[in-house]
């Protein structure tokens, strides 16, 4: 059974970066398309980015575009977000999702991990 992890978040100024690691136990990893997505305390789960199998197509949210960069390490299970030039609204609770396509709206579907705050001040 697949299950994901995210580290990395915490709390930075506007301005600065962090990187999200989510690493997936079981399942194969180098098969499945990986996504990470946002939350803010009443709103819809939003999609920031995905990234296909084999990393050669990623996709992202316009209000991310330029800023943040997913990738993945398919020998170390991992997917990461790098998040630069952090604004306030970036403020959420991200989560990362797998499945065998890149999933690009909240979906009941696939795996989720369990989240993990970034704060950015202003």
């Known amino acids: 059974q697949v299950q994901l992890t995210e580290s990395g978040g915490g709390l930075v100024q506007a301005g600065g970066s962090l990187r999200l690691a989510c690493v997936s136990s079981g399942g194969t990893f180098s098969a499945r398309a990986m996504a990470w997505f946002r939350q803010v305390p009443g709103k819809e789960r939003e999609f920031v980015a995905g990234?296909?199998?084999?990393?050669?197509?990623?996709y992202y949210a316009d209000s991310v575009k330029g800023r943040f960069t997913i990738s993945r390490d398919n020998a170390k299970n991992t997917a990461y977000l790098q998040m630069n030039n952090l604004k306030p609204e970036d403020t959420a609770v991200y989560y990362c999702?797998?499945?065998?396509?890149?999933?690009?709206?909240?979906?009941?579907?696939?795996?989720w991990g369990q989240g993990t705050q970034v704060t950015v001040s202003s």
């Open positions: 990234i296909n199998y084999n990393a050669e197509k990623t």
């Open positions: 999702h797998t499945d065998y396509s890149v999933a690009t709206t909240n979906t009941r579907a696939g795996v």
